[in-house]
């Protein structure tokens, strides 16, 4: 009789890679996310308090490039919090992320996805292709708005403070 324990770690094993790595990668997103809401609400709090300098003629030009840069990186964070989508229709087999299953009516979905379940190496591809749009289509833009966003925070305000120690200095 053949040992089929031995046949299962493997797969178990590919399983728990993949499931680690989407888990990974779900993270990521929940930090991204995390940090652009921080940066809004940052942000949000900064534009009505600088408001506050704008009578001041010491104050005027330091206050506007401060919320104009806080209005930029805000609209940066948001863009990255918008869904992104890496679907293409004609692409029938990424069955694995949401923006797919618009393309299929519920039983052509389900027959599908059934089918690929049950064929090891179609099911690996389809984890693989997931994995590899998440990161290309939602981690990588979202990071990089993030990093846009605070790169225009910090140099928008760094400005903005050298101005105004400037104007009160002389």
């Given at each position: 009789m053949k040992n089929t324990n031995?046949?299962?770690?493997?797969?178990?094993?590919?399983?728990t890679v993949i499931s680690a790595t989407i888990s990974k990668h779900m993270s990521y997103i929940a930090l991204a996310d995390r940090?652009?809401?921080n940066i809004i609400t940052i942000n949000a709090f900064l534009v009505p308090i600088s408001l506050t300098g704008i009578r001041s003629a010491d104050f005027r030009v330091g206050t506007v490039i401060a919320i104009i840069?806080?209005?930029?990186?805000?609209?940066?964070?948001?863009i990255s919090l918008?869904?992104?989508?890496?679907?293409?229709?004609?692409?029938?087999?990424?069955l694995l992320h949401f923006?797919?299953?618009q393309y299929f009516s519920e039983d052509e979905?389900?027959?599908e996805l059934g089918r690929s379940l049950k064929d090891e190496s179609k099911i690996g591809k389809i984890?693989?292709?997931?994995?590899?749009?998440?990161s290309k289509n939602i981690l990588v833009p979202k990071f990089r708005w993030i990093h846009h966003s605070y790169i225009t925070f910090l140099i928008g305000n760094f400005i903005a403070?050298?101005?105004?120690?400037?104007?009160?200095?002389?």
């Open positions: 031995n046949n299962k770690w493997p797969a178990l094993l590919r399983g940090k652009a809401q840069t806080a209005i930029t990186s805000i609209l940066f964070a948001i918008l869904p992104k989508k890496y679907y293409d229709k004609h692409h029938k087999d990424e923006s797919a299953i979905y389900v027959k984890a693989a292709q997931d994995i590899y749009h998440m403070l050298s101005i105004i120690i400037f104007n009160i200095l002389i």
